[in-house]
């Protein structure tokens, strides 16, 4: 009796058609999925990351523009306190956040390359960006540029 796809019970072919969605269709289902969700954790990393450069930016408007009234009341304050607070930062930098000096560039490159895991989510993590970003509206407030 031959097999043929006409000749099947209603039954027969849906049990058929399982047997074909799961060799066949379920897989690449799977991988359609997973692939959407890369594509939302990314979409949604971008707005997150856009909305925290927009924070970033207006609070540091906002600290130059403060530093600038200041300075504009006591003309002779940044020569003492500019000076001293990046004195601060920087060692405050090396004793806390060591992880948080430079530019950011050349630590990314690196924790690309390393195969030390840990240490790269060390160097590239939230937690850094945050102390980053904390010591540099510091010095934005003291007249950092």
Same mark, same amino acid.
């Given at each position: 009796? +031959?097999?043929? $796809?006409?000749? *099947?019970? +209603?039954?027969?072919? /849906?049990?058929?058609?399982?047997? *074909?969605? /799961?060799?066949?269709?379920? +897989? @690449? %289902? !799977?991988?359609?999925? /997973?692939? =959407?969700?890369?594509?939302?954790?990314?979409?949604?990393?971008?707005? =997150?990351? #856009?909305?925290?450069?927009?924070?970033?930016? @207006?609070?540091?408007?906002?600290?130059?523009?403060?530093?600038?009234?200041?300075?504009?009341?006591?003309?002779?304050?940044?020569?003492?306190? &500019?000076? %001293?607070?990046?004195? #601060?930062?920087?060692?405050?930098?090396?004793?806390?956040?060591?992880? !948080?000096?430079?530019?950011?560039? +050349?630590?990314?490159?690196?924790?690309?390359?390393?195969?030390?895991?840990?240490?790269?989510?060390?160097?590239?993590?939230?937690?850094? %960006?945050? $102390? $980053?970003?904390?010591? &540099?509206?510091?010095?934005? *407030?003291? #007249? #950092?540029?």
């Amino acid at each position: 009796m +031959p097999c043929d $796809k006409m000749s *099947l019970s +209603p039954d027969r072919m /849906r049990r058929h058609l399982r047997i *074909l969605w /799961r060799r066949r269709a379920q +897989p @690449e %289902a !799977a991988a359609q999925l /997973r692939m =959407l969700r890369r594509r939302i954790a990314t979409v949604t990393g971008a707005i =997150l990351l #856009g909305i925290v450069a927009l924070l970033f930016a @207006e609070i540091a408007d906002s600290a130059h523009e403060l530093f600038l009234s200041v300075a504009g009341s006591w003309p002779w304050l940044p020569v003492l306190l &500019t000076p %001293a607070v990046f004195a #601060g930062v920087v060692y405050a930098t090396r004793r806390w956040a060591a992880e !948080a000096s430079g530019s950011g560039i +050349p630590q990314v490159i690196a924790a690309g390359r390393t195969s030390d895991r840990l240490l790269a989510d060390r160097m590239v993590s939230l937690y850094t %960006a945050g $102390k $980053k970003l904390v010591l &540099t509206v510091v010095m934005l *407030l003291a #007249g #950092g540029s």
